[in-house]
């Protein structure tokens, strides 16, 4: 266990409660006594305690999660703070999300093989493989190219979820997002373009050249990982939840499920029902599509599960009241998967994703995009809750950013989706055009919507882009319908290409600190869990 002494001058402090100045005066010392001072004393004290029980021995993980903010810069992470303290009755900028707390931070590079600004696909592999590529690529080193089948061959690359199969340990993946979508396909996928979902993506040459579409990836995972390695006991995922039914349906009416937002629900043109396949693989599994099944679930005794709430995405925090069969929050689908997974007494990985965080951004809708994150806390708060912390690695990290920022000069407590009104004043700040604006915005994409109280941000694509200054005088930018002004008309917004924070605490967490390339998330985990050689052994 890693040591380190408490400062000296932090022992006194704490111990005295004040220090005398050589005169026999208090003079500078009087400082502290100051609220903020011994505020910021007591973290470094309680950091320092956490620090000192943590685990720094390769393999002293039993567990590992690993949560991804799809989208959450910086930027993203303070704003949804600061509404998550406004919405309790605080000022907000002295509240700290959960992972917050964690003791240590680094930061992330996000830049792909190819790209400046990455996306989900390049970004995923890096962080559970330890290997940069290209963007749009899944599974595959940067040998592969984009769109090539038969570049899949030879370019392939192991996850961290697959070492964990072959170790014997529980596996889980959920998401807000489709399964099939780039963040959660990159733990179980190989694919030369993260679009080809189902096999009605997949041009004709590559089904020629035998590539696989990725909802089918998931349902053979088990079969085809056994495939690679003969010696290996692999018994398949554990949990699965997301969204993304549409994938794992064939083109039939008679398939639909009972929320079903399409006349007809499957994209499948192979006829298969993968649903009914994973069935069959698992006939002491469980499938779930609703609320009612999820709560329905025995935590003790289920040994697979598989849900799908939805026919694509999740639908958003903030939206999620308005879906017809019901469906479970992020946090509620986190703790039900500990709850499952660790039941194996050898231990599990699971890899949750916040999808819906990077789909508000894009949509140019702070408000939808803080309250995911928001959700995304309460999730990690729900996995600190349900493990011990001497036995489990936590990451929280972003696998990249969005273009948003906080801008002007808002006083103390302005509300972070409100207009800007300066220090001293309680009327709106006014930019040079004569026009108030508010704190949030965006450099790019749809711009200003004022939808009310919608609260599905995707509504602001059944209009064109509306960029450029507007007038918000009478316009209430604190409801959930209104979408920020937006600097370049472009019909969706776009990521950032700025360096992401990663929060990590448990085993193994010292091990996050300073700048680095996106791909060191994997090597944390690798270090953390042993499992490249704990695969090893298990396939002697």
């Not at 007591?42 to 021995?57: D, H, K, M, Y």
């Not at 590529?133 to 984009?146: H, K, P, S």
Request: negative net charge; aromatic residues 6%.
């Amino acid at each position: 266990m890693m040591k380190l002494a408490l400062p000296a001058y932090i022992f006194a402090l704490l111990t005295s409660g004040n220090l005398v100045a050589a005169d026999g005066k208090t003079g500078l010392l009087s400082t502290t006594n100051n609220s903020w001072y011994k505020e910021s004393a007591a973290a470094v004290a309680q950091t320092n305690s956490q620090i000192q029980r943590i685990a720094t021995e390769a393999g002293s993980a039993k567990n590992i999660i690993l949560f991804v903010g799809d989208g959450m810069g910086v930027s993203t992470v303070t704003a949804a703070r600061i509404l998550d303290g406004q919405q309790r009755g605080m000022l907000g900028e002295e509240n700290s999300l959960s992972f917050g707390k964690f003791p240590f931070v680094g930061l992330s590079k996000t830049y792909t093989v190819d790209a400046q600004t990455p996306d989900s696909a390049g970004t995923m592999t890096a962080m559970i493989s330890g290997v940069k590529t290209d963007n749009g690529v899944i599974g595959l080193d940067e040998g592969a190219v984009r769109g090539d089948c038969g570049s899949v061959a030879g370019n392939q690359v192991f996850t961290a979820l697959e070492l964990a199969e072959i170790a014997g340990l529980s596996t889980g993946i959920v998401t807000t997002a489709r399964v099939t979508h780039a963040t959660p396909a990159a733990t179980y996928a190989k694919s030369p373009e993260r679009n080809w979902e189902d096999n009605s993506k997949l041009p004709a040459a590559a089904v020629t050249s035998g590539c696989e579409d990725i909802a089918a990836q998931l349902i053979n995972f088990k079969a085809n990982l056994q495939r690679k390695y003969a010696t290996a006991d692999i018994d398949g995922i554990e949990v699965v939840m997301g969204g993304g039914r549409r994938h794992f349906l064939p083109n039939l009416k008679s398939a639909n499920s009972a929320d079903a937002d399409s006349e007809i629900e499957g994209d499948r043109s192979d006829g298969r029902n993968l649903v009914e396949e994973w069935i069959r693989l698992y006939p002491a599994g469980v499938y779930i599509d609703d609320q009612s099944g999820f709560d329905g679930v025995d935590s003790e005794t289920t040994k697979q599960l598989f849900g799908l709430f939805s026919e694509s995405h999740m639908r958003y925090a903030a939206d999620r009241k308005n879906d017809i069969s019901g469906e479970p929050s992020l946090s509620e689908m986190t703790a039900k998967a500990i709850e499952i997974l660790d039941n194996n007494s050898r231990g599990f990985l699971l890899v949750v994703e916040s999808g819906r965080i990077d789909h508000g951004h894009h949509a140019g809708s702070a408000f939808t995009a803080l309250n995911d994150t928001i959700e995304l806390s309460r999730a990690v708060q729900s996995a600190v809750d349900g493990t011990k912390a001497e036995e489990t690695l936590i990451i929280v990290t972003a696998d990249h950013s969005h273009v948003f920022t906080m801008a002007g000069y808002p006083k103390r407590g302005n509300p972070i989706l409100g207009k800007v009104v300066n220090v001293g004043s309680d009327k709106p700040a006014l930019a040079a055009d004569g026009l108030p604006y508010t704190s949030l915005g965006y450099a790019n994409g749809l711009g200003f919507r004022n939808l009310a109280a919608e609260t599905d941000a995707d509504h602001a694509y059944h209009s064109g882009p509306a960029a450029g200054r507007q007038d918000l005088t009478k316009v209430d930018t604190q409801a959930a319908g209104f979408h920020q002004e937006a600097l370049v008309p472009r019909k969706s917004e776009t990521h950032g290409g700025e360096d992401v924070a990663i929060y990590a605490t448990g085993p193994g967490a010292h091990l996050v600190t300073g700048t680095n390339e996106q791909s060191i998330i994997f090597h944390v985990i690798n270090y953390a869990g042993n499992l490249f050689d704990q695969a090893t052994s298990a396939l002697k």
